[in-house]
């Protein structure tokens, strides 16, 4: 029973034959306000049960018994409540049913609210801006044999040196993934390649086979068979990763910002207690009645 009503009572001293019945009403009363244990949240009037929660869990596939750090479910517990939030937003506004799942209505909102139309002019900018993402190193494409011992390396190399195509000598012995197709590797830069390798394979001319190089886990030989120079990507050609990445970009922002409007919106209220776990997180948390 809070302090006011206990002064009341205690303000009643010719009618105490009143003040049980009172007490038990005035009881009951605070109790209504009070959640069913399986209660965790209330968004306005909505209230937010565990189960919601841990269903929210299993699509992530995590179990809340498997003792997770309090911290680590705080945060989860906010993400659920926040997107939850952005749910109620999005059947608020009619753009979903009330049904459609929490995630499927941010998605609507996000779509709803992000600028798919981005200019030329847009796209030309972030690439001034930006200009070192879109550089290319120097890169070689490279074939590989691999093989256990130093002896059989050379007999490869014997091979090769007699004319024999790389990729039949490489399917024919080498046991690295790759063999099957020549032992072709595709493009590499230099930061691709193991800091021992990288000196060695471009210095290599097109076409040209290195000498075995030794390795821990077997025997090596390398040929380059093309060649680009490193180069500024023209933003004729960054133009569909960059329109991309500033969608995904963009959206990240509209997300967050819809948080942020749903956080103002509607009033939330966590009930620590009922968590099986410390809550410490953003909502605000009512506190346990006394």
Known sequence: MNTVARDWLQRLPHHRAWVPALALLLLMSCRDDLPAPDIVARVGSDQIRLVLFESYLEESSIDLDAGFDSRVLTQLFDEFLDETLVQRLAVDEGLVAAEVSRREALEALVQERLDLELSDERVALFHRRNQERFNRPERVRLRQILVEDREAAERARDELSAGVPFEEVARRLSFEPAAAYGGDQGFLV????????????????????????????????????????????????????????????????????????????????????????????LHSAAKPSS
């Not at 997300?255 to 410390?278: G, H, I, K, M, W």
């Open 190 to 281: 230099r930061d691709d390649l193991p800091p021992a390798f990288a000196e060695t394979i471009f210095d290599l001319e097109v076409g040209e086979v290195s000498d075995v190089v030794a390795a821990d886990y077997g025997f090596h030989l390398f040929q380059v068979t093309d060649r680009r120079p490193a180069e500024a990507v023209p933003v004729t050609e960054a133009a569909e990763e960059i329109r991309a990445l500033m969608q995904r970009t963009e959206a990240q922002e509209v997300r967050l910002r819809l948080v942020q409007e749903a956080r103002a919106r509607y009033n939330t209220r966590v009930y620590a207690s009922n968590l099986p776990f410390d809550y410490q997180g």
